[in-house]
């Protein structure tokens, strides 16, 4: 009897062991071709694994991390000592430099279909106002963040980025608080309904293991759970849409008395967007949402920007994503106000 015991046990061990060696010999694979490829960081799951959670912003990014996309794609996402996409910045600013700060969400920050960092239109509006001023230093940092809203950039520009001291504020947000209308309520806050953005701490951990985020990834993508946005369909309540528009509205004026107070000038614009894409119970909510834009623009005597309606439906990707010749019309459009204004 014991020695039969033995032997399965030896069996178990041994089945035991082929299992971990499998296992660290495909994390070694996939960890030795991301240093090949010059990666320090990679995971399918990189938004779960570089979204770091914040007390009052609910999330930020891995300050000085870099994310692949996917294992077929050499494209990959950079993050400065400042958790912002693109490349590193001073916090101190130097003498002599014109900064401009760009506010928003994904669609600031720039989205998969983009050919690469340097196309969102943050970066595309640095390289046009570099040519059209070759005497000026100029700086364009980008603080866009993923499904962040006015109740985030609020906070951030309030608490950190106006202490890099920027000569210029540019703000192109608004499809994530659309999501919201409706949904937001007193009882339902920003950081109840956006928790879900940051993933349990024992899969926040087990995504470091690019076995394990290949997996997860690829099981989430198979069963249709990556994305899903039915949640906001089942908690949508029409009586609550005047709440979430002025929420809106106060967060913007508010961004824009901030920007006032510290004597910065701020531009605002509205959104493009691929209107057929959006959700039906948010549908015809879009225009009376860029109003309050424009309702801003009037009350604080800002300019704004008018980009919705001027990218064509092929240039989308999304709702509100686009390709790079959509990102340089908003960089184009952003760069024709900062001249007739005479902000440089």
């Keep these: 009897?014991?020695?039969?015991?033995?032997?399965?046990?030896?069996?178990?061990?041994?089945?035991?062991?082929?299992?971990?060696?499998?296992?660290?010999?495909?994390?070694?694979?996939?960890?030795?071709?991301?240093?090949?490829?010059?990666?320090?960081?990679?995971?399918?799951?990189?938004?779960?694994?570089?979204?770091?959670?914040?007390?009052?912003?609910?999330?930020?990014?891995k300050p000085n991390s870099v994310a692949r996309v996917d294992l077929r794609h050499p494209k990959v996402y950079r993050y400065n000592a400042a958790g912002l996409r693109g490349r590193p910045f001073e916090p101190v600013k130097p003498a002599g430099v014109f900064r401009v700060i760009c506010?928003?969400?994904?669609?600031?920050?720039?989205?998969?279909?983009?050919?690469?960092?340097?196309?969102?239109?943050?970066?595309?509006?640095?390289?046009?106002?570099?040519?059209?001023?070759?005497?000026?230093?100029?700086?364009?940092?980008?603080?866009?963040?993923?499904?962040?809203?006015?109740?985030?950039?609020?906070?951030?520009l309030n608490t950190r980025l106006l202490g890099y001291e920027p000569d210029l504020l540019l703000v192109y947000e608004m499809v994530n608080d659309l999501g919201l209308i409706g949904v937001l309520?007193?009882?339902?806050?920003?950081?109840?309904?956006?928790?879900?953005?940051?993933?349990?701490?024992?899969?926040r951990w087990l995504c470091h293991s690019a076995t394990y985020s290949f997996i997860s990834y690829w099981l989430t993508g198979r069963l249709g759970l990556r994305g899903s946005k039915d949640p906001w369909a089942r908690l949508f309540e029409p009586q609550w849409v005047p709440f979430g528009a002025r929420s809106f509205e106060r967060n913007l004026s508010l961004m824009v008395r901030v920007a006032q107070a510290e004597r910065v000038p701020i531009v605002l614009s509205t959104q493009a967007l691929r209107v057929?894409?959006?959700?039906?119970?948010?549908?015809?909510?879009?225009?009376?949402?860029?109003?309050?834009?424009?309702?801003?623009?009037?009350?604080?005597?800002?300019?704004?920007?008018?980009?919705?309606?001027?990218?064509?439906?092929?240039?989308?990707?999304?709702?509100?994503?686009?390709?790079?010749?959509?990102?340089?019309?908003?960089?184009?459009?952003?760069?024709d106000t900062i001249r007739a204004q005479r902000y440089l």
């Design 1 to 61: 009897m014991s020695a039969k015991r033995t032997k399965q046990g030896v069996r178990i061990g041994l089945v035991a062991l082929a299992c971990v060696s499998a296992l660290a010999t495909a994390e070694a694979a996939i960890r030795l071709y991301d240093w090949m490829r010059g990666v320090t960081i990679h995971t399918h799951n990189w938004q779960t694994t570089l979204r770091i959670p914040h007390p009052y912003l609910n999330w930020t990014w």
């Design 103 to 156: 506010l928003g969400e994904s669609s600031t920050w720039g989205d998969y279909a983009l050919s690469g960092e340097e196309m969102t239109w943050p970066a595309q509006l640095e390289r046009m106002l570099q040519e059209a001023y070759p005497g000026r230093r100029i700086e364009v940092i980008n603080a866009g963040l993923p499904s962040w809203m006015t109740y985030e950039n609020l906070f951030h």
């Design 185 to 203: 309520s007193p009882e339902q806050d920003v950081g109840a309904l956006r928790r879900h953005l940051i993933g349990h701490p024992v899969h």
């Design 276 to 335: 057929d894409r959006i959700h039906p119970y948010h549908r015809e909510l879009v225009e009376p949402m860029q109003e309050i834009i424009r309702a801003v623009g009037r009350t604080y005597r800002v300019p704004v920007v008018e980009i919705a309606g001027e990218i064509p439906p092929e240039l989308f990707t999304s709702e509100v994503h686009v390709y790079d010749a959509g990102a340089a019309i908003i960089a184009t459009k952003f760069f």
